[in-house]
């Protein structure tokens, strides 16, 4: 099983931007079985996605919290990053990092999770 | 994008208890759906995928059913670690959503 963990900082101002990166062990990211999501979950908003990026760097993401926001992977690390610009108190919440694979049906489940990182947006 | 509505929010049970926790999609989905479990200060973990497809180490106690726009997560004699929150999930058109959850609580 693919362990992930993300890291970055776990405090940003409003206005400025919210950088984080997850680390992806125990496989390869240049499996074709797999895209890499970030989903956020906060107390009002409960489970959002925020996109997946796969292995040559293509993204979909959600067109709901599109604004601002740039997935990109770094196979060579084995690594893939989320970025969002102008941040405010509403995008405070617990940021995780998953895998996702692709079922029978069409569905991109997630299998693999981080432990998640708190990032509060606060002057 | 396709909402999910998870009935109940909340449900008081026993352990020994059957439970049934339903999700309905705002538009059909087919099979493609995904229930997961959460437990405090966790992130959650996937339990049922194609809507009736178990994963790899989830107790057989946990079945899933439905197609189309109406689903259920049934929990068949509840143990004290299956107190939890769960949500149901769906992928469709490159777009994905998770329904607001159904805490379940020991009565």
């Known amino acids: 099983q693919l362990q992930l963990q993300e890291s970055g900082p776990g405090l940003v101002k409003p206005s400025e931007t919210l950088s984080l990166t997850c680390t992806v062990s125990?496989?390869?990211?240049?499996?074709?079985?797999?895209?890499w999501a970030w989903i956020r979950q906060s107390p009002g908003k409960g489970l959002e996605w925020f996109g997946n990026?796969?292995?040559?760097?293509?993204?979909y993401y959600n067109p709901s919290l599109k604004s601002g926001v740039t997935m990109s992977v770094d196979t060579s690390k084995n690594q893939f990053s989320l970025k969002r610009t102008s941040v405010t108190a509403a995008d405070t919440g617990v940021y995780y990092c998953?895998?996702?694979?692709?079922?029978?049906?069409?569905?991109?489940?997630?299998?693999?999770w981080g432990q998640g990182a708190l990032v509060i947006v606060s002057s | 994008a396709i909402q999910l509505t998870q009935s109940p929010s909340s449900l008081s049970a026993s352990v020994g208890d059957r439970v049934t926790i339903t999700c309905r999609a705002s538009?059909?989905?087919?099979?493609?759906l995904a229930w997961y479990q959460q437990k405090p200060g966790k992130p959650p973990q996937l339990l049922i995928y194609?809507?009736?497809t178990l994963e790899n180490g989830v107790p057989s106690r946990f079945s899933g059913s439905g197609s189309g726009t109406d689903f259920t997560l049934s929990i068949s004699g509840l143990h004290p670690e299956d107190f939890a929150t769960y949500y149901c999930?769906?992928?469709?058109?490159?777009?994905?959503?998770f329904g607001q959850g159904t805490k379940l609580e020991i009565k």
């Open positions: 999930q769906q992928f469709s058109d490159y777009q994905c959503t």
């Open positions: 125990g496989g390869s990211m240049t499996s074709s079985n797999y895209h």
């Open positions: 990026i796969y292995h040559s760097g293509g993204a």
């Open positions: 538009q059909g989905i087919g099979g493609a």
């Open positions: 194609d809507a009736s």
């Open positions: 998953a895998s996702a694979f692709l079922t029978e049906t069409g569905l991109w489940g997630f299998d693999s």
